[in-house]
């Protein structure tokens, strides 16, 4: 049962083009999503996230939606650089404390081109 | 920032052998560990969560006598894949996590088992 999931395995865009990469949940009861960029044989390293209290989060040229009664959120990247490049996976977790445990999607590899 | 350091960053091994990988928060103190296994191009899978001093809990479907998890200090989890066969082979990733810091992700083991 994926609780999170990202359709779309790749995304291409212009340097200097917005980026939107979107993920979709099946688990309601779901407090706060977070976003990671992944380069291979690395670990995960945090990007933004969005507590279900709220529809919207920016830091810099990312900013993360949250749409609760689609259960849907997106990461938009304006602009887009090419050191963007990168594997992003979006998380999930049910309740408030940074101890829980999160469940990710599948992953959207996005190339950005000079 | 929070630092962990995974180790080691690849092994490659025998059939039938055991392997530990061993994962350590540099400069916090973490409360709680997870483990991960990311097979190519999909999610990071969570195996199994472990707090400090207690038996780790395992996700539906990991064996937890094949992978042996302990979480001896607040700064030390090791992962030891027991009796290892060529489907274990896999990218296996830590990530430590306090409560104000949130999650903090290690670099990742690529196990090849031959």
């Known amino acids: 049962d994926q609780q999170v999931k990202q359709n779309s395995p790749s995304l291409s865009v212009q340097e200097g083009r917005i980026s939107i990469l979107n993920c979709d949940y099946t688990?309601?009861?779901?407090?706060?999503f977070l976003w990671y960029k992944k380069y291979p044989a690395e670990g995960p390293t945090f990007l933004i996230s969005i507590s279900s209290i709220k529809d919207k989060n920016e830091d810099g040229r990312f900013t993360v939606f949250l749409n609760k009664s689609a259960k849907h959120l997106s990461l938009h990247i304006v602009p887009s650089q090419p050191g963007d490049s990168a594997v992003y996976f979006c998380?999930?977790?049910?309740?408030?404390?940074?101890?829980?445990?999160?469940?990710f999607g599948q992953g959207t590899t996005l190339q950005v081109k000079p | 920032g929070a630092v962990v350091s995974q180790h080691p960053s690849w092994v490659i091994c025998k059939s039938g052998t055991s392997v530990k990988i061993e994962c350590r928060s540099l400069d916090f103190q973490a409360t709680t560990m997870f483990w991960y296994r990311q097979f190519p191009k999909q999610s990071l899978m969570l195996m199994a969560t472990s707090n400090e001093g207690s038996k780790a809990t395992y996700e539906q479907g990991v064996e937890k006598d094949k992978f042996l998890i302990n979480h001896a200090s607040l700064t030390l989890s090791t992962l030891t894949v027991t009796s290892a066969h060529p489907e274990d082979s896999s990218f296996y990733i830590c990530?430590?996590?306090?409560?104000?810091?949130?999650?903090?992700f290690g670099s990742g083991t690529r196990l090849t088992v031959v």
């Open positions: 688990n309601s009861m779901f407090d706060y």
């Open positions: 998380a999930a977790r049910r309740g408030s404390s940074n101890t829980g445990k999160l469940i």
């Open positions: 990530s430590a996590s306090d409560r104000v810091d949130g999650y903090t």
